[in-house]
């Protein structure tokens, strides 16, 4: 890892997509790739990110529920999250930006997306 680069959690339940995702981000980005929400809060009481990239539909504590632990953790509310899911309705995306997100990226993941993506997010950080 390289310690001049940005931490990314990448979260999903989906390896396949854990895979993609980091193959596209990696050569810019520290990337942790976590299997479901409940990790990701284990893992935030060790590393802070500077974003996470989360998955809605994922087994014992989907991304919404994620998203509002983490919006209501005083430690943990300022980080920016965008969710990469295959939910493409406007509910979802009207849903997943109330609840605190800053982005909704529709997955299958595209590689020069999804980096593109996050790239405009830290340019404007």
């Given at each position: 890892?390289?310690?001049?680069?940005?931490?990314?959690?990448?979260?999903?339940?989906?390896?396949?997509?854990?895979?993609?995702?980091?193959?596209?981000?990696?050569?810019f980005?520290?990337?942790?790739?976590?299997?479901?929400?409940?990790?990701?809060?284990?893992?935030?009481?060790?590393?802070?990110?500077?974003?996470?990239?989360?998955?809605?539909?994922?087994?014992?504590?989907?991304?919404?529920?994620?998203?509002?632990?983490?919006?209501?953790?005083e430690?943990?509310?300022?980080?920016?999250?965008?969710?990469?899911?295959?939910?493409?309705?406007?509910?979802?995306?009207?849903?997943?930006?109330?609840?605190?997100?800053i982005?909704?990226?529709?997955?299958?993941?595209?590689?020069?997306?999804?980096?593109?993506?996050?790239?405009?997010?830290f340019?404007?950080?």
């Open positions: 890892m390289d310690a001049n680069h940005k931490i990314v959690f990448l979260v999903d339940d989906d390896m396949t997509n854990l895979t993609v995702g980091k193959r596209a981000l990696t050569s980005y520290n990337v942790y790739t976590i299997g479901s929400g409940k990790a990701l809060l284990v893992l935030l009481e060790k590393i802070m990110p500077e974003l996470i990239l989360l998955d809605i539909d994922m087994p014992e504590m989907d991304g919404y529920e994620t998203i509002k632990q983490l919006k209501s953790n430690k943990t509310a300022r980080i920016p999250v965008i969710f990469l899911t295959s939910h493409n309705e406007k509910s979802a995306v009207v849903e997943g930006i109330s609840l605190g997100a982005d909704y990226i529709v997955k299958p993941i595209v590689p020069i997306k999804l980096l593109r993506r996050v790239n405009a997010f340019d404007k950080a």
